[in-house]
């Protein structure tokens, strides 16, 4: 099945900076989902996006998929951005089939 | 709309018992998945069903666990006998349409429930 990388493991701001998240995956994707797992352990959809670029406020996501990536940037950083960020793909026939990765740990501080 | 609902939220039982987990998607999904989280192996993917029929179950750990969907807005997911290392969180999450299927136009995000606590002492 298809792997999926995510990069950092962990990542630490203060409130106001900038991040980028990446999620690399092995092989062509059908279905490119992020999600936020907040602290108490819901986890919210951010974007599909198999391709392209998509902004939410504060949020933007890029997938290329030829080169088998993806990046979630977070612009101003609020402590309520704090979670695990997760990077989910399927591909071929398994269309329902997300694997995820293993999350970017992030935490904002005030 | 509720989003998806999950109960118990939390649910404590010893080591044999059965355990029931409940899950109600969004409405008008026709798509339904039971994914499990853990810290050794992250978000795994149990079982799925697309309008009431199961998918594909080759996530199930074993013959211990099993899913149903008797209707649109109803599924369980059933252990027994429960084992510790059943322990784990589990998640109940809708879709509308098949996802990325190429001759759909409408393809929806995936909606997480908030989860089952499952502790197996």
């Known amino acids: 099945g298809i792997q999926v990388e995510q990069s950092p493991p962990d990542l630490i701001l203060q409130e106001g900076a900038n991040s980028t998240l990446r999620c690399n995956f092995s092989d062509s994707v059908n279905n490119l989902q992020w999600f936020h797992q907040n602290p108490w352990g819901q986890l919210i959809n951010l974007f599909y996006i198999p391709s392209g670029t998509k902004q939410n406020g504060r949020l933007s996501a890029t997938t290329v998929a030829t080169e088998r990536y993806s990046l979630l940037y977070i612009s101003s950083s609020q402590t309520t951005d704090s979670g695990v960020y997760f990077c989910?793909?399927?591909?071929?026939?398994?269309?329902?089939?997300?694997?995820f990765g293993q999350g970017t740990i992030l935490t904002v501080h005030p | 709309d509720a989003g998806v609902i999950q109960s118990p939220r939390h649910e404590v039982t010893e080591m044999g018992q059965e355990v029931t987990l409940r899950c109600k998607p969004i409405?008008?999904?026709?798509?339904l998945f039971w994914y499990r989280q853990t810290m050794m192996r992250g978000l795994e993917l149990l079982i799925y069903?697309?309008?009431?029929?199961?998918?594909?179950d080759s996530g199930m750990p074993e013959d211990r666990f099993s899913a149903k969907m008797p209707n649109a807005s109803f599924s369980t997911l059933k252990i027994q006998p429960s084992e510790p290392r059943d322990s784990a969180v589990y998640f109940c999450a809708s879709a509308f349409g098949p996802l990325g299927a190429a001759l759909f136009l409408k393809r929806e995000k995936l909606f997480f429930g908030s989860g089952t606590q499952l502790s197996v002492l």
């Open positions: 989910a793909v399927s591909g071929g026939t398994s269309y329902g089939k997300l694997t």
């Open positions: 069903f697309n309008n009431n029929v199961p998918i594909d």
């Open positions: 409405s008008g999904h026709d798509y």
